[in-house]
């Protein structure tokens, strides 16, 4: 029996298929990312890409949809894009933030003297303002794995967490 998953190509998205290495090229760029598990077969044919295993394994089944996830969300990365919107939030200290190449510096957190550091992935672009954030990329992992590494940064530590609820928070995900 073959569990065949089919994602639809829009219109302005080519996808091309070498081996194991899909690219996917839209209005705003090109992802590309290695598709390669065993028992899995990637064909593009038209303006669709097929992901199929021949196998009733529950692993192999799991990851024929997980294929299925990336290769739409690099669509609609390359078309629409993704942004995460992040607040800034303080009760005690004002928090400033300021970047420095490809890191963010926090400042003033919780009145700390040491500054403390969120490394921006590439391909994503930080916007501040007076009190929020703006993460924009192609790449949903890459914008996702930044958010989170400036709400990490900004983690509490040694104080009660239902007093201080201070730090660098996502609020909307588009």
Not at 25 to 35: F, N, V, W
Not at 42 to 49: C, D, K, P, S, T
Not at 51 to 79: D, P, Q, Y
Not at 109 to 126: C, N, Q
């Amino acid at each position: 029996m073959t569990i065949i998953r089919v994602v639809k190509i829009p219109e302005g998205v080519t996808v091309k298929l070498e081996g194991s290495t899909l690219a996917v090229k839209g209005p705003k760029g090109t992802l590309t990312r290695d598709m390669y598990f065993p028992g899995i077969q990637m064909a593009v044919q038209g303006r669709e890409l097929s992901i199929s295993t021949e196998s009733e394994r529950k692993k192999l089944l799991a990851m024929v949809g997980t294929f299925a996830a990336h290769v739409r969300n690099m669509c609609r990365g390359v078309t629409d894009g993704y942004q995460y919107r992040m607040k800034v939030v303080y009760s005690h200290f004002p928090i400033q933030l300021k970047m420095a190449g490809s890191t963010l510096e926090v400042h003033n957190f919780l009145g700390e003297k040491t500054t403390r550091f969120a490394r921006v992935e590439p391909g994503v672009s930080v916007a501040l303002g007076s009190d929020e954030v703006t993460l924009t990329g192609i790449d949903r992992e890459t914008v996702g794995k930044t958010a989170a590494n400036i709400e990490h940064a900004t983690r509490i530590r040694n104080r009660d967490p239902r007093v201080f609820q201070d730090g660098v928070y996502i609020v909307e995900r588009t």
